[in-house]
C-alpha cells in the first residue's frame, strides 16, 4: 500500500484533490487509482485532481486529471487552486508562472484565497444561429438562455457533448443567462460527465461571447452555483480576446491522507 498526502481545494464550488509531486512520489498513480480517489462515494470525491510537478523553466508545472482518471485539458478553477496551493507550499513570490497542458500561465494572488489566472489568447470563435463554439484551453459549447435555472443542464449538456459531430472528442456546454450587470452560467463539463458548481475555462468562455461589439477592456461579473468569479479581457477584434484574466476565490477544505 502507498500512503498519499493529499489536499482538497474548491474553487467557487469546482473542487480538487491536489497533491505535492515536486520530487516524483505520487508518479505511480494510475488512472483507475485517479478515479478512485476522485469518487464522492468511495474516496475523497472531487471534480479532478491535480500533480504540483517541478519545472526547469517555470515555478511549477500543473497535472490535471479529470473525475474519470484520464488526463484533462486545461482546468481554470483548477490552475486557480494549484497557484494558491504553491503558494502555500513556499513555491514563488505570490506572482506565479506555470506551465500546464495548454502552455503557460501567470497567476498573481490576492491575499490568501484569492486568485488571478491568466488565460490563453483566443484568436477563433464560431458563432452559429444560437451558439458560441470556442477553445479557452478546454472546447466550450456556449448557448444563452432566457432562464438559466430552468434549464435540465445534465440532459441537454449530455445531448450536445454526445451528438454526432462532438461525440468522439467532447466539449462542455455552457448554459448563460444575463444576469444584472454580467451573467449566470451552468456548466455540463465532460471527464466529469455531469453538472459541476463552477467551471473557470468555460465561465471565461460565456464571459468572451458576452462582449459588446466595442474592442476595448472588460470586466464580465459571473455568478455559477458554487460563488461568484469575475473574467477581465481585452476584446481586439471581432472574434479576438487578449489579456485575458479569470479572478476568483480559490480555498483549502482540508488535507488528509490516505492509502492506495
Excluded at 10 to 15: A, F, P, V
Aim: charged residues 25%; contains cysteine.
Amino acid at each position: 500500500m502507498n500512503n498519499i498526502h493529499f489536499y482538497k481545494y474548491q474553487g467557487t464550488g469546482n473542487d480538487f484533490v491536489i497533491m505535492d509531486n515536486r520530487d516524483g512520489q505520487y508518479d505511480w498513480l494510475t488512472d483507475e487509482q485517479v478515479n478512485e480517489l476522485c469518487d464522492r462515494r468511495f474516496g475523497i470525491g472531487a471534480d479532478g485532481l491535480m500533480l504540483l510537478n517541478k519545472s526547469e523553466d517555470y515555478d511549477f508545472a500543473m497535472k490535471y486529471y479529470n473525475a474519470d482518471g484520464r488526463e484533462g485539458t486545461m482546468c481554470g478553477n483548477g490552475g486557480r487552486c494549484l497557484a494558491a496551493f504553491a503558494h502555500k507550499m513556499g513555491v514563488g513570490d505570490g506572482n506565479l508562472y506555470f506551465i500546464a497542458v495548454d502552455g503557460e500561465h501567470q497567476a498573481t494572488l490576492d491575499g490568501d484565497n484569492w486568485v488571478n489566472l491568466k488565460m490563453q489568447d483566443v484568436d477563433d470563435v464560431e458563432h452559429g444561429p444560437l451558439y458560441y463554439y470556442l477553445n479557452t484551453g478546454s472546447p466550450h459549447f456556449v448557448k444563452f438562455v432566457e432562464d438559466v435555472q430552468a434549464v435540465d443542464v445534465f440532459n441537454e449538456g449530455r445531448g450536445i457533448r454526445y451528438n454526432d459531430r462532438f461525440a468522439a472528442e467532447g466539449t462542455n456546454v455552457n448554459f448563460v443567462q444575463k444576469f444584472e450587470n454580467g451573467i449566470f452560467v451552468r456548466t455540463y463539463e465532460r471527464g466529469v460527465e455531469d453538472e459541476t458548481y463552477s467551471c473557470g475555462t468555460g465561465v471565461t468562455a460565456a464571459a468572451l461571447t458576452f462582449a459588446g461589439t466595442e474592442e476595448k477592456e472588460y470586466v464580465v461579473p459571473v455568478q455559477t452555483l458554487g460563488g461568484q468569479l469575475e473574467v477581465r479581457f481585452t476584446k481586439t477584434g471581432e472574434r479576438t480576446f487578449d489579456n485575458i484574466w479569470l479572478c476568483g476565490p480559490a480555498t483549502l477544505v482540508f488535507e488528509g491522507n490516505i492509502s492506495k
